[in-house]
């Protein structure tokens, strides 16, 4: 793979000077090692790759040997180079931080590691971009554990469907049956209990999706479709569970797409499920799609409790909630919004969330328009 962030072709003694440049770090960088974490950095010019012996020694290096970038990046594992390349790429250009979790099998044991990377863009006193700096850890433990739960997770999910599809089946058997009776209690009873069950499942796909996205085994079934077609059958399932609730939906043009069905209508079902659940029973809820900037855009606006701006930047984050009083009696795991945002990047789109505490939100996502012939 082709180094995202290539060294200048420089001389010995250039190199020699931007790595002495540097050398002011050290101080810091001697109290950061202390607690087992790297440093490292590339500088904005000349793209020279400067690690500390902790960062050296996660890729199977000596201290006093030379790691240059290509080398550090033959031993990451060839699946996550993209990201790496990708992000480092994204800092330079825009200055957004650099985080990003990888694994290497690094020198001489060729053993699997999982590394954090974070780091951000310095500036000089003169605003000139210098180069990125950051922290590299080993998170091997931390990972290994997570994967462990999220097989158990996955393991139980499976367990879970078969009984749960037998129960639905027997519920809306049950639910005909009290229908032709006429039997009114029988049937709001068994109605209440058919939208359990469909909550059940909808937590129980949720979690195997996030068992797949986790491993990496998440597999996209593109189809071409018509967004606002799919989008209006899962609405008139939803009025159905949620009766009382005000949910309008006002397409502005056909939009044709090429994208994975099932996964896009559990996008959808999570952002408007999320509206229910933190608006007022009494407030409207509005779904509106456009072409915007030639991407698929969907729009779901609630006038709920709003999001604080200091939870908005992690809302997307693994097991993220937001904990008020509005909140502390609603269930969830906090996977439901991650899985959003893994499903629309596999379809190389974007997603994101605008609100204000008291007065609503409004989560947007985009993704590629159908490549006409």
């Known amino acids: 793979m082709q180094n995202p962030v290539p060294e200048k072709i ?3 003694s250039h190199r020699q000077e931007v790595i002495t440049q540097y050398q002011i770090l050290d101080a810091p960088r001697i109290a950061i090692e202390a607690a087992n974490v790297g440093t490292w950095l590339i500088d904005e010019a000349t793209r020279v790759f400067i690690s500390s012996a902790r960062v050296k020694e996660l890729f199977g290096y000596e201290a006093g040997q030379e790691l240059p970038f290509e080398a550090a990046l033959t031993f990451v594992t060839e699946k996550h180079r993209g990201k790496i390349a990708v992000s480092l790429e994204e800092t330079f250009k825009t200055g957004k931080p650099y985080h990003v ?21 310095y500036k000089d006193p ?6 990125i700096a950051g922290v590299m850890m080993d998170i091997t433990e931390q990972k290994q554990n997570e994967l462990r739960k999220n097989k158990f997770i996955g393991m139980v999910s499976h367990e879970l469907r078969t009984p749960l599809s037998s129960l639905r089946a027997y519920v809306q058997i049950l639910h005909a049956w009290a229908r032709k009776k006429k039997d009114h209690f029988t049937v709001g009873a068994l109605a209440k209990m058919e939208r359990q ?9 949720g979690f195997l999706s996030l068992n797949q996205v986790e491993s990496g085994n998440i597999n996209l079934n593109l189809k071409d479709f018509e967004l606002n077609k799919l989008i209006e059958a899962e609405l008139e399932e939803i009025r159905l569970l949620n009766p009382g609730r005000t949910i309008t939906f006002t397409p502005k043009e056909t939009i044709e797409i090429q994208a994975d069905p099932d996964k896009i209508e559990q996008v959808l079902i999570n952002l408007v499920s999320n509206a229910i659940k933190y608006s007022p029973g009494e407030v409207l809820i509005e779904i509106t799609t ?13 006038e709920g409790f709003g999001i604080a701006p200091a939870d908005m930047a992690k809302l997307f984050e693994r097991y993220f909630r ?6 502390e009696q609603i269930p969830g795991f906090g996977i439901g919004l991650y899985l959003c945002s893994e499903i629309i990047r596999l379809h190389h789109g974007k997603i994101w969330g605008e609100s204000e505490p008291g007065k609503g939100s409004v989560f947007c996502f985009q993704l590629p328009l159908k490549v006409r012939a």
């Open 322 to 327: 937001v904990e008020n009083k509005h909140t």
């Open 290 to 302: 456009e072409i915007k900037d030639e991407m698929a855009e969907v729009r779901v606006k609630d």
């Open 10 to 12: 420089i001389s010995d």
């Open 197 to 205: 069950v469909k909550k059940m499942g909808t937590l129980i796909n």
């Open 126 to 131: 003169e605003g000139k971009l210098t180069h």
């Open 101 to 121: 979790d990888f694994s290497v099998t690094g020198l001489p044991d060729r053993k699997l590691r999982w590394v954090k990377a974070v780091g951000g863009l």
